[in-house]
């Protein structure tokens, strides 16, 4: 009975384990794709020294920039022949092309709104002839974004709920094959606090027992999915694991604490004639 309570709790617990897997590898995707959202600041070919300097200051100590890079006209120009293959400066005598900031967003401002007040503020300085960035990419990562996190977060929440049901099921009906001798106790004057210790200690240490177990199956097959399939699901920072692991073994102690509390103080408070009709 042991046996087979453990290995539904841990199997239900590796579930668990998974769909945490699957929102942290969603958080981290949305949060790669936000981070490669960038705005090129183009400055005007009167600017000088001082006022690229206050910008650069501003750029350095903006909560919104995650990096920023300056592009002069050379570079420009460099890159420009290297792409196209052409030297617009040949026929036209001059450079045409302006200098220019590449700024790269944060992933918590990489979103429509927060990018219009960024713009208007960089629109202020005199050295900046204008922001560039794709606003339609911008609108439709926002969009899709908001779209995939409620989609996300309700599968979570409803395999959350047939786990917790399946987790608490299973304890209940450990607890049931164990009715007559609670009743036992109970008549031979055990108090409730004595009758639940047992079962609640060994239930819980039963959950733990599940939520390493499962750990490790889910360790076995996030492995597989890289080394074999070459598909990685999470990215393997100590916190991404360290949170996994919390999460996995949190619902296993806690779900089968609550559970066995529960399930006991039922048959606690049952007559002994009610037991055979249950």
Known sequence: MYLTTTVSVMLVLFLIGVEAVLLLSARDLI?????????????NDYADSLQLG???????LAPYVREFTYISKEQALEEHIASLGENPADFLGYNPLKASYAVKLTAEYAQTDSIAAIEAQLQQFPCVNRVIYQKGVVGMLDKNVRLISMILVGVALLLLFVAVALIVNT???????????INTMKLVGATPHVIKAPIVRRNVLMGLVAG???????AGALWYCRERLGVSLMLLTWQNCALVAAVVIGCGLMLTFFASIFATNRYIRMKTDDLYFV
């Open 31 to 43: 949060r790669q794709l936000k981070e490669n959202v960038s705005l090129d600041v183009v400055i």
């Open 54 to 60: 206050r910008l650069d200051n501003m750029l350095t």
């Open 171 to 181: 304890i209940r009906l450990h607890v049931y094959s164990k009715r007559f001798l």
């Open 212 to 218: 390493v177990l499962a750990l490790l199956l889910l």
